[in-house]
């Protein structure tokens, strides 16, 4: 079974810092991994999205995200913060063999102070 | 490109009265997904339907909910009779999901934030 584990539940961070989310997963194969940001109240945008190749993947909103297998690891990084970037980041894993269902993990709640 | 729309996207209801919730994806898009949502934590898979077919319903508590996708367009989810710790946003995704992994992009819906009292 694929799990995905972010072992931050809130991160604050200044306005033009960086930004570094963490996410940990658990599966067998060579997992798909997804990022999806959340505004409140509203639904799940997807930020980026790494299936093979480069292991750097590039993102919308100037996020990017690194897949390292030795570490299970899909960590979400962004160099300077903006005040609109302050939401619930969801780190997510997909497989085919397991049709292709996403497994989130718990989610971390960005802050971003002036 | 219409994204995947939800209705209604606020419900309050009291507990064991039923609800129904409805989802209409992105045109095209064989698999459907309804997650649920509760505050504080991450989308959780509650079934997903690969055209109108069920291809996953095991976190789905069948003695209260249900869900159909008829016709392998629109889907709806119910629960009957709801329960206090039903109360979460209720997510409806899609994706291509045919051919090559580069369709199992899963887009979002807004949602229907369910409270029950």
Request: net charge positive; proline share 4%.
């Amino acid at each position: 079974a694929q799990s995905v584990t972010q072992p931050d539940i809130h991160i604050t961070v200044s306005e033009g810092a960086s930004l570094e989310l963490r996410c940990n997963y658990s599966y067998g194969a060579t997992p798909y991994l997804f990022w999806y940001v959340q505004s409140p109240g509203q639904g799940l945008q997807l930020l980026l999205k790494y299936f093979s190749g480069d292991t750097l993947v590039q993102g919308i909103k100037g996020f990017e995200a690194e897949f390292k297998r030795s570490q299970s690891s899909f960590n979400l990084r962004k160099p300077s913060v903006h005040w609109s970037d302050a939401a619930e980041y969801f780190c997510a894993v997909g497989a085919r063999a397991a049709g292709n269902k996403l497994t989130f993990g718990g989610g971390t709640r960005v802050l971003v102070k002036p | 490109e219409a994204g995947v729309a939800q209705s209604p996207r606020y419900k309050i209801i009291e507990k064991r009265q039923s609800v129904a919730f409805w989802c209409n994806p992105i045109s095209g898009h064989a698999t459907l997904y309804w997650y649920q949502q509760i505050l504080g934590q991450g989308p959780k898979l509650l079934i997903q339907f690969q055209n109108n077919g069920v291809v996953d319903d095991s976190q789905l508590p069948k003695d209260r909910f249900s869900a159909e996708r008829l016709k392998g367009v629109d889907s709806t989810l119910k629960i009957q009779p709801a329960k206090l710790e039903d109360s979460a946003v209720y997510l409806c995704a899609s994706s291509l999901a045919r051919g090559g992994r580069r369709n199992t992009e899963a887009f979002f819906g807004q949602g229907t934030r369910l409270t029950v009292v």
